[in-house]
Structures are given as C-alpha cells and as structure tokens.
C-alpha cells in the first residue's frame, strides 16, 4: 500500500514563505513525477506546479518565480517552496505522485490527504 503524507501548511502573513514536504512510502519501485495541486474553497483544484524524473519542472502563471517545486529521489519526497504569499495563495495543497512498484509497471497514481495553507494579516 502506498501513502503519501502533505506537512508543512499553516498561517502566514502575506509576504512570507512556507516549505511543503510530500512523503511517500510504501511499495514503490520508482517515482516518474510529482505534482503539486491547490483547491480553495468555491473552486476547482489546479495544478500549481510539477517535476519529472529527469528534473523537469512546470509551474503555473500565477505562482511562477515565487514557488520553487523539487524532489529528493532518496527519501521519496518532494518540497514545495512558497515565497513571497499572497492572500489568494490560500487553499488546501495536496501532493500527488505517478510511480511504479516495480520496474516495468505500469505507472499508478497517488494523491495525498491536502495540507491547508492561510495567508492572511
């Protein structure tokens, strides 16, 4: 069974940071690419940011050059750093992962539980 657990959301005052860690555990043989996902209330989840395997990122419009995604293949994490908040940066972020068990699998999809993320004075 594989898990994946979100910490590192709170309040914030807007203009300050946060680090988001995504771990996952459990039967995984390889983890091809991790997303980063945000939904506030009232609206649809969206893709906030993503890394490939080969350390390819993607982010979107609105947080890119204030998030940073990355991912340490060793501890089968990923991070998301949040610098620079604003207010409409408030929403749960939740991780997912596209992984193997095993090395010629088919890769399956994980997301984790959401972690909820304030920014506000």
């Known amino acids: 069974q594989v898990q994946l657990v979100e910490s590192g959301g709170g309040l914030v005052q807007p203009g300050g940071s946060l680090r988001l860690s995504c771990a996952a555990s459990?039967?995984?043989?390889?983890?091809?690419?991790w997303g980063w996902y945000r939904q506030a209330p009232g609206k649809e989840r969206e893709l906030v940011a993503s890394i490939s395997n080969g350390e390819s990122t993607e982010y979107a419009e609105s947080v890119r050059g204030r998030f940073t995604i990355s991912r340490d293949n060793a501890k089968n994490t990923a991070y998301l750093q949040m610098n620079i908040l604003k207010p409409e940066d408030t929403a749960v972020y939740l991780c997912n992962a596209n992984y193997r068990k095993y090395r010629f699998a088919s890769t399956d999809v994980k997301w984790g539980q959401g972690t909820q993320v304030t920014v506000s004075s």
């Open positions: 459990g039967n995984i043989f390889s983890i091809t690419a």
